[in-house]
């Protein structure tokens, strides 16, 4: 390989893409494709179903989509989906199937947000894409009888949350959200908690 060629791909290698809500949704629903036609065997896809997801992005979006650029904007999605998963199994939480949204009760809302600013667009909203993100990055989650609810909650917002990606050097957003969900926890667990060791003592 000569100098040229070598500074293109390195040069390649460097490139971000921000992914616009569009472009998210556009491979969200690409990728569900490709499950629904067996391309995902072992919970792993096929290196081939990147590689047309680029090049669906690239050409309808006018952009210069690579493999790479797709793999590291499912990641996103992963993290996205993680929180939204342990979100559904907090306490105070309940799950919409019909509305596709977690209700969080009003007494733990303002508390838990306040704690975790970045879960907001996660609550008490309609998770845009959410059974398209289930079938390209989801587990198994307890669903329509197994799920809780709180018919008391205000929806504050019915507007979708959408997935947006600054570019593929998000990585720290990521491991921020996710420190987050595990160190912080609603005031009235902590107060709970807190009781039930005065109790022992």
Same mark, same amino acid.
């Given at each position: @390989?000569?100098? +040229?060629?070598?500074?293109?791909?390195?040069?390649?290698?460097?490139?971000?893409?921000?992914?616009?809500?569009? @472009?998210?949704?556009?491979?969200?629903?690409?990728?569900?494709?490709?499950?629904?036609?067996?391309?995902?065997?072992?919970?792993?896809?096929?290196?081939?179903?990147?590689? &047309? %997801? %680029?090049? =669906? /992005?690239?050409?309808?979006?006018?952009?210069?989509?690579?493999?790479?650029?797709?793999?590291?904007?499912?990641?996103?999605?992963? =993290? %996205?989906w993680s929180i939204i &998963?342990?979100?559904?199994?907090? *306490?105070?939480? +309940?799950?919409?199937?019909?509305?596709?949204?977690?209700?969080?009760?009003?007494?733990?809302?303002?508390?838990?947000?306040?704690?975790?600013?970045?879960?907001?667009?996660?609550?008490?909203?309609? /998770?845009? @894409?959410?059974?398209? @993100? &289930?079938?390209?990055?989801?587990?198994?989650?307890?669903?329509?009888?197994?799920?809780?609810?709180?018919?008391?909650?205000?929806?504050? *917002?019915? +507007?979708?949350?959408?997935?947006?990606?600054k570019g593929d050097g998000?990585?720290?957003?990521?491991?921020?959200?996710?420190?987050?969900?595990?160190?912080?926890a609603p005031l009235e667990?902590?107060?709970?908690?807190?009781?039930?060791?005065?109790?022992?003592?």
């Amino acid at each position: @390989m000569d100098k +040229g060629k070598m500074k293109e791909v390195s040069e390649d290698k460097k490139t971000q893409l921000r992914w616009s809500k569009p @472009m998210s949704k556009e491979l969200l629903k690409f990728l569900a494709d490709e499950v629904k036609k067996g391309n995902r065997p072992n919970n792993t896809f096929n290196s081939s179903s990147f590689v &047309a %997801a %680029a090049d =669906t /992005i690239s050409k309808k979006f006018n952009v210069k989509c690579l493999p790479d650029h797709v793999d590291n904007h499912l990641r996103t999605v992963k =993290t %996205a989906w993680s929180i939204i &998963a342990k979100l559904r199994n907090q *306490s105070g939480c +309940g799950w919409d199937d019909n509305m596709r949204m977690i209700r969080m009760s009003p007494d733990v809302y303002n508390t838990y947000v306040e704690a975790n600013p970045t879960h907001e667009k996660y609550l008490n909203k309609k /998770i845009d @894409m959410y059974d398209e @993100m &289930a079938s390209v990055v989801g587990k198994d989650i307890a669903r329509g009888s197994g799920a809780k609810s709180f018919d008391d909650v205000e929806v504050q *917002s019915l +507007g979708a949350v959408n997935l947006e990606e600054k570019g593929d050097g998000d990585d720290e957003f990521v491991k921020e959200n996710d420190k987050q969900l595990t160190s912080n926890a609603p005031l009235e667990s902590r107060k709970s908690r807190k009781r039930t060791r005065d109790d022992d003592s």
